[in-house]
């Protein structure tokens, strides 16, 4: 739980890091000075929000739309609570990461990272056609459109990326697989754990930093186990790198999940599967990984028959 209640001023966060997702060579963090967030508003409701903020939204989703119970103690689901935006985290062409914090005026709050995929007009989806093969709604007419890709049609992938991606979340973190604690999902916008320091400052990804041999080794054998209880529920990332991996204080946490995939309904499960082990067995072997079970190299057959690929051909 984060509590900033007790912080006066109206410091705000700057050297806000930025992220573009689409090319890891393009990968780019704008470093400045760490602020301290500033403290929730004090304001007479009355009269309404603060401009720029708004109410928690924690009352307009339904249960299935929240993330597993028992929700965590840090959360904040008072419907007395604000939410603040705090500046960006990532961007993408198909969503923007934002920092929100969701508190009680003069009592305490919690950070979020808003996932909020972007409008019809300006949203590129370009990956979608693979990772969307096995995944229905139950509308026929939405699945037409989506298959036609009308600006309604666009309109549902968003929906559908971000709900699959909250389903997917809430399910691996249930299994207790690490990725962040999915909070809620409301159309298009995805409320996540904020993976980071008290003060604002998201975790490295992995490709960002340089662990020596035993730390490198710990956390392969974490992948390890990530991606075969991810596997074994018969689900594989899609796209994994060592950009959508987190390290903060030692534990990795797997992020950017709109794009998971069934392997066993997607006619392509087996290919997707197989190039995120290879993915990030290139990245591990790459840093010096040596001496450990299983070995990079043998991760993808490994992965295939924990999924029980091989009793499918």
């Known amino acids: 739980m984060h509590d900033f209640s007790s912080r006066r001023g109206e410091r705000r966060l700057r050297g806000k890091q930025r992220f573009d997702d689409d090319a890891p060579t ?25 401009e720029g903020d708004r109410w928690s939204t924690w009352d307009q989703s339904i249960p299935t739309q929240r993330g597993p119970r028992p929700h965590p103690g840090w959360l904040v689901t008072e419907l007395a609570a604000v939410d603040t935006e705090l500046g960006i985290l990532k961007t993408g062409k198909e969503a923007d990461v934002f920092l929100l914090r969701r508190g009680v005026p003069q009592g305490r709050s919690c950070l979020l990272a808003a996932k909020r995929y972007r409008d019809p007009e300006h949203r590129m989806f370009h990956r979608n056609s693979g990772y969307l093969e096995g995944r229905r709604v139950r509308e026929s007419r939405e699945n037409r459109a989506m298959a036609n890709r009308s600006a309604f049609g666009r309109q549902v992938i968003a929906s559908v990326w971000a709900h699959a991606e909250f389903t997917a ?28 320091t008290p003060d604002g400052v998201a975790a490295p990804r992995l490709a960002e930093i340089r662990p020596g041999p035993a730390e490198l080794a710990g956390l392969w054998n974490q ?4 991606l075969v209880d991810l596997a074994r529920d018969g689900l594989a990332h899609g796209d994994l790198s060592a950009y959508n991996l987190l390290v903060h204080d030692g534990r990795l946490v797997m992020i950017d999940l709109p794009q998971v995939v069934d392997v066993i309904a997607n006619p392509r499960g087996a290919f997707y599967l197989t190039r995120d082990a290879e993915n990030v067995g290139r990245w591990f072997t790459a840093r010096g990984l040596d001496g450990v079970r299983p070995e990079p190299a043998d991760l993808p057959a490994l992965l295939s028959r924990e999924a029980m690929l091989d009793a499918q051909g």
């Open 169 to 196: 979340l809430a399910r691996l973190y249930a299994a207790g697989v690490p990725v962040p604690y999915p909070v809620q999902v409301l159309d298009t916008e995805l409320l996540l754990e904020f993976i980071g």
């Open 223 to 226: 992948l390890v186990r990530a």
């Open 26 to 50: 393009k990968e780019k963090r704008i470093r400045g000075r760490r602020r301290a967030l500033p403290p929730i508003e004090v304001f007479d409701t009355t009269d309404g929000l603060p």
